[in-house]
């Protein structure tokens, strides 16, 4: 997949935004990466499925719009990851399953290779991960591909939004040895800094990730959380975090509260989108396309 092919897509989608050599982005070099090839991969978002309510008039539709859409791609992405809240929250355990057994149905007709999931804090807070785990695996792992390493962390399943000693210790052991030259691509649904804690937009403990991701001179964090596209650095961490596929929310700290905004029906889906990131292996960069989703 070649730029020009995702500048097409970003046209073809209208409204999307694209972004070549962010900051914080450039300099993905390792011996490892240099013997790769460049790949794509896809991050969905945020799909809260059983979320009824005005915010989204389709919220039974919506997912299976994005399901096409990355369908729909000339070239299929080398995986998709799923950055939580796959489900929307709910008191009743069984409830809770049927709606993750919904979900898994739908994104099962992906046509792709691979497909990892995380948990947000809809899925996984009120019985710390239980649900998930027993449909989606584990909350907190790590992967390769093509030279860039991958760590998925869990900073919901812990209620008080933190990502808890045992993980920061497994952390510290999986980045153990690594050249401090390598990629490394961090995966989370909060925010690892205080973007907001007033909002519950922040991890508590994420400073401690961020110290021990430090050394790492090309870091870069995709996250959700926060249902629009939002771009920070932690000195030169990279965080890019991802639209939703249910409804947006307002900007940090512009209002008392975090109340979805209002879905417009002379434009439906605005603000919401997923997202293409290329990892460039010759280029030593990311390029990073949000795309809107469309109406069928």
């Known amino acids: 997949m070649q730029r020009r092919d995702f500048l097409h897509l970003a046209a073809a989608g209208g409204g999307a935004v694209f972004a070549s050599g962010l900051a914080g982005c450039a300099g993905m070099q390792t011996a490892g990466a240099a013997t790769g090839s460049d790949f794509y991969f896809v991050q969905l978002s945020d799909s809260h499925w059983g979320y009824e309510g005005p915010a989204n008039p389709d919220a039974r539709g919506t997912l299976t719009k ?16 799923f950055t939580g809240d796959l489900t929307h929250t709910t008191d009743d355990p069984a409830e809770r399953r049927r709606r993750m057994t919904e979900f898994k149905a739908i994104v099962a007709g992906l046509k792709v290779p691979v497909v990892h999931f995380m948990p947000g804090e809809h899925d996984a807070s009120l019985d710390r991960g239980a649900a998930f785990q027993e449909m989606f695996g584990p909350t907190h792992y790590s992967f390769d591909h093509q030279g860039v390493h991958f760590i998925a962390l869990d900073n919901v399943s812990d209620p008080g939004a933190k990502i808890g000693e045992e993980q920061l210790a497994w952390l510290k052991a999986d980045l153990a040895g690594r050249d401090p030259q390598a ?4 995966l989370t649904h909060r925010p690892l800094f205080d973007l907001a804690p007033q909002w519950d937009w922040a991890t508590r403990d994420g400073a401690q990730a961020i110290a021990l991701l430090m050394p790492f001179q090309h870091v ?12 920070r650095m932690t000195g030169h961490i990279a965080h890019h975090s991802a639209q939703s596929l249910i409804f947006p929310l307002p900007v940090p700290g512009s209002q008392d509260k975090r109340t979805p905004l209002p879905w417009n029906p002379a434009a439906p889906y605005q603000g919401l989108g997923w997202r293409q990131v290329e990892a460039e292996q ?15």
């Open 66 to 81: 994005a399901v096409a859409a990355v369908n729909a791609l000339a070239e299929p992405p080398a995986f998709i990851v």
């Open 183 to 186: 990629p490394l691509v961090v």
């Open 220 to 231: 870069t964090v995709f996250y959700g959380h926060i249902h629009q596209a939002l771009h």
């Open 282 to 296: 010759k280029g030593l960069q990311y390029d990073i396309a949000d795309l809107p989703v469309a109406k069928a």
